[in-house]
C-alpha cells in the first residue's frame, strides 16, 4: 500500500503544501489525463489550503485528497462535452519518464485509455483506492457515498480496467530495444520489418486534434498499420528524427521530431510483439514537454 506523504508543520502553507504537490498533481492528472489541468486543479486546492485554517486539519493528505478529487469531478462535467467534439480519436497529454524510471504507480497509457471508459465516480473510487492507497471510509468522505457505494464503484471499475492491465509487463532493455527497432523500420517504411514486429491485431491511434494531420480513425490490423507507416516513409524519407527514449505513461517509445513538429510514440507490448501503437502530435497536448531539438543532437 502506497505511504502517505510526510507534510512539513502545518504553520506555512507553502511548505506544507510543496510536499504533497506533486503526489496530488498525479492523482489529478490520472483523473483528467491532463498536465495543463492537473496542474491548474492542484494550484487551485493550493489556494484553498492558503485560506483553511490549516491547525484544525489532522490530516493535510486526505483533506487535500478531498479537494482535488472534487475540483476533477467539476472539471470532468466540462472535459466530456469538450471531447465529443474533438477531431479524430483523443488521447492523454503524454507523461514523459527516462527509461530507467518507468511510471511508480503502475498506471499505463492503455489503462488510461480503459479509465476513460468509466463514469468519474467509478474513476475516482478506482484511483483513490487501488492506485493511490486511500480506505474506502475516504474514499465515500471525498465522494460523499457511504463506504458499501465506494466499494461497488471500485469493483465495478476493477472488472472493467482488468483487461488493460498488462500481463507481463516488458523490461526496460526489452521495450528499448523494440521501440527502437519499430522507429527504424517505420522511418525506413521497411514492412518485413514492421510487420515482424506488430502483433497481428495490432491498433494505431494517433491523435492531431485537428491541428497538426493525423489518422481520423484508428487503424487495425498489422498490414494495414504496416502499409500506413510505410506511405509516410514513401511521401516523406528522412522526415523522422529521433530525439529521445523515453517511458510514456509506463509504455516504452520515444519523442522524434517530425517535419511539422515534435511527437511522441507509445508502444503496448505483449509477447515481443506490439500490440497498441499511440501517437500524439496535438501540439497542445506537447507544451509541458522539455523536447531536445533535432539540432542539438548534432
Known amino acids: 500500500m502506497p505511504r502517505r506523504p510526510e507534510p512539513a508543520p502545518a504553520d506555512d502553507a507553502a511548505a506544507s503544501f510543496a510536499p504533497l504537490r506533486p503526489r496530488l498533481v498525479r492523482i489529478a492528472y490520472r483523473m483528467l489525463g491532463s498536465v495543463a489541468e492537473a496542474e491548474d486543479v492542484v494550484q487551485d486546492a493550493y489556494l484553498r489550503w492558503h485560506r483553511t485554517d490549516r491547525a484544525a486539519v489532522r490530516d493535510a493528505w486526505g ?28 488521447l492523454p497529454e503524454p507523461l514523459i519518464a527516462p527509461m530507467a524510471e518507468e511510471d511508480s504507480d503502475d498506471i499505463t497509457l492503455t489503462l488510461m485509455l480503459a479509465l476513460e471508459r468509466l ?31 465506494c466499494r461497488q464503484l471500485a469493483a465495478r471499475a476493477r472488472s472493467h480496467v482488468r483487461a488493460a492491465r498488462p500481463r507481463f509487463p516488458v523490461s526496460e532493455e526489452r521495450g528499448r530495444a523494440i521501440a527502437g527497432a519499430f522507429f527504424e523500420a517505420s522511418r525506413s517504411g521497411d514492412v518485413a520489418a514492421l510487420t515482424a514486429l506488430l502483433a497481428d491485431d ?28 510505410a506511405g509516410i516513409a514513401r511521401k516523406k524519407p528522412g522526415a523522422s528524427t529521433l530525439l529521445a527514449m523515453r517511458w510514456i505513461d509506463g509504455l516504452p517509445g520515444f519523442l522524434s521530431q517530425e517535419r511539422d513538429g515534435p511527437q511522441t510514440t507509445a508502444l503496448a507490448i505483449e509477447d515481443d510483439r506490439i500490440v497498441a501503437i499511440y501517437v500524439v502530435r496535438n501540439p497542445d497536448k506537447l507544451r509541458h514537454l522539455s523536447l531536445p531539438t533535432a539540432a542539438s543532437l548534432h
Open 63 to 90: 483533506f487535500l485528497t478531498q479537494i482535488v478529487t472534487r475540483l476533477c469531478l467539476d472539471v470532468l462535467k466540462s472535459a466530456r462535452i469538450r471531447r465529443e467534439t474533438y477531431v479524430g480519436p483523443w
Open 202 to 229: 495490432v491498433v494505431f491511434t494517433g491523435d492531431g486534434g485537428g491541428k497538426r494531420l493525423a489518422a481520423l480513425n484508428p487503424i487495425h490490423g498489422a498490414a494495414r498499420v504496416a502499409r500506413f507507416f
Open 119 to 149: 463514469s468519474p465516480l467509478e474513476r475516482a473510487a478506482f484511483l483513490l483506492h487501488d492506485v493511490f492507497g486511500l480506505s474506502f471510509e475516504d474514499i465515500a468522505r471525498t465522494l460523499d457515498r457511504d463506504s458499501a457505494a
